[in-house]
């Protein structure tokens, strides 16, 4: 009797330190910058945690339509804009323009130094891209692709160019 109370204690005491380890290591996933840190010390859940130190869930959420009816709610804030990828740029791959539901305006989306380059292959998807929206004003120097052409994507006028820090296809 006496070696079946102390296996069991002992059962007890390996389960519970593989819980603890796990949820320590569940806890430390969430937390991999200074501000998660600390809200992963302090006594909030660590799911709580993770959804604060995500970049999407923190950005204003977006469309291209709703950006172009508002723009001064967004102007220099992070956003998860979200629209329909028309064109990315070929020669560096460092552009995308997104459309909403009327394809004769478009938000142009520039690669910060995070992401390497837009695919193209992102064209004809939907995406949410999370950066911070900002007013570019074109001139009649527009990118040019490979060939030499004007990128047909970039027009004149007053639009807006999201500095993309993150993206994902819908």
């Known amino acids: 009797m006496k070696n079946i109370v102390?296996?069991?204690?002992?059962?007890?005491?390996?389960?519970?330190?593989?819980?603890?380890?796990?949820?320590?290591?569940?806890k430390d996933s969430c937390c991999s910058d200074k501000e998660a840190s600390a809200c992963c010390k302090s006594k909030e859940a660590p799911k709580a945690c993770c959804a604060k130190s995500d970049d999407a869930s923190a950005a204003l959420k977006v469309s291209v339509d709703e950006l172009y009816a508002s723009p001064q709610k967004y102007l220099d804030k992070k956003v998860a804009l979200s629209g329909l990828v028309v064109h990315t740029c070929k020669k560096s791959g460092k552009k995308m323009f997104l459309i909403g539901s009327n394809d004769s305006i478009s938000v142009k989306v520039q690669a910060s130094d995070k992401i390497s380059k837009f695919e193209p292959s992102l064209e004809g998807n939907?995406?949410?891209?999370?950066?911070?929206?900002?007013v570019v004003t074109h001139d009649d120097h527009g990118h040019e692709h490979a060939d030499g052409e004007k990128c047909a994507s970039e027009g004149k006028g007053k639009n807006y160019i999201l500095t993309c820090e993150s993206f994902k296809t819908l």
Request: charged fraction near 15%; hydrophobic fraction near 55%.
């Open 126 to 134: 939907k995406v949410v891209a999370s950066g911070i929206i900002s």
């Open 6 to 26: 102390l296996s069991a204690i002992f059962a007890l005491l390996i389960v519970a330190c593989v819980t603890n380890e796990a949820k320590n290591k569940k």
